[in-house]
């Protein structure tokens, strides 16, 4: 508590003291460009992570970046998100998972907690459609590989759960509304964005830009890398078309990272994965496809 005081008064009289007129200028509204939902762990810094200042972002956390599907709970999730869409006109959402969440931990081994945390229990429960899929899908890894699948999976699980609600599928139907999917790894700062398309977790500088129709996007052009990329499998220009997408020479996309190599047991390789990210692997990017990420 001493520490928090003194921050207190350091914030007045370095920041305040310096920015007045900003905060007096905050004080007649707020008009935030971005909904960001992400996890309540002390080590996610929202506004850190993506260097904005106070009034650019509107954030909602809880335990695991949890938006429970529209009537599924009477918790303030579902009103912000009604809030930041039609009184402040967002028109970009964040879901930002992070490594080693404590919450997916939980999720993955649930049933220990109905006694000790019965609270985080049934708040977990709103995030079931993850734990779900992670176990009848995925067979054969370890228990590490287990979180980082469902601390990516669980992002795409609470986009689907925001198309939900009534306010998102119109705006999503209007042009209006587009949601991205991130994870942001603590241990090295990086940030990865879910890119619909590829159906793997890319560098978010190959987000999509959307063209202002529904269904119709490209993939935006990114800073050259230097690799050699393969040219377009027949599956992937099948998904493209499936998009609606034209898609550009391939030499204007950045690299996808090619999956970790497995190791003789048939389990991935996490040390080998490119950039430690053992989760893009084939098994999952074709999961996604056929599953909620279609």
């Not at 990114?222 to 030499?251: F, I, M, W």
Request: hydrophobic share 35%; net charge negative; charged share 20%.
């Amino acid at each position: 508590m001493k520490k928090l005081i003194r921050g207190l008064r350091e914030f007045k009289d370095t920041y305040v003291s310096n920015h007045r007129d900003f905060l007096e200028q905050l004080a007649h509204g707020q008009k935030p460009r971005v909904l960001f939902i992400t996890c309540s762990d002390s080590r996610i810094v929202p506004s850190l992570i993506t260097q904005t200042e106070p009034g650019e972002i509107f954030v909602i956390r809880n335990a695991g970046n949890i938006i429970p599907p529209f009537g599924a709970a009477n918790g303030g999730e579902g009103a912000a998100v009604e809030y930041a869409i039609h009184a402040l006109g967002i028109e970009q959402i964040i879901v930002c998972g992070h490594s080693h969440c404590g919450a997916m931990k939980g999720l993955l081994q649930i049933g220990k907690l109905e006694d000790e945390m019965p609270l985080v229990y049934e708040w977990l429960r709103h995030a079931d459609a993850t734990r779900r899929l992670v176990q009848e899908n995925y067979q054969g890894y370890t228990k590490d590989e287990l979180l980082e699948i469902a601390i990516a999976e669980n992002v795409i699980t609470q986009i689907e759960n925001l198309k939900t609600y009534p306010v998102v599928h119109s705006k999503i139907y209007q042009g209006k509304l587009h949601i991205y999917g991130w994870v942001y790894l603590i241990e090295t700062g990086e940030v990865l964005a879910f890119d619909p398309i590829t159906h793997s977790y890319m560098p978010p500088q190959t987000q999509l830009d959307y063209l202002g129709q529904p269904g119709q996007y490209r993939v935006t052009q990114a800073p050259p890398v230097s690799c050699d990329v393969p040219p377009y499998t027949a599956e992937e220009l099948e998904r493209l078309k499936t998009y609606g997408v034209t898609p550009l020479p391939r030499q204007e996309h950045t690299y996808v990272p090619t999956p970790a190599p497995t190791s003789d047991s048939g389990n991935r390789s996490t040390k080998d994965a490119p950039g430690g990210i053992s989760w893009l692997s084939p098994e999952q990017a074709d999961r996604i496809y056929r599953g909620t990420g279609k």
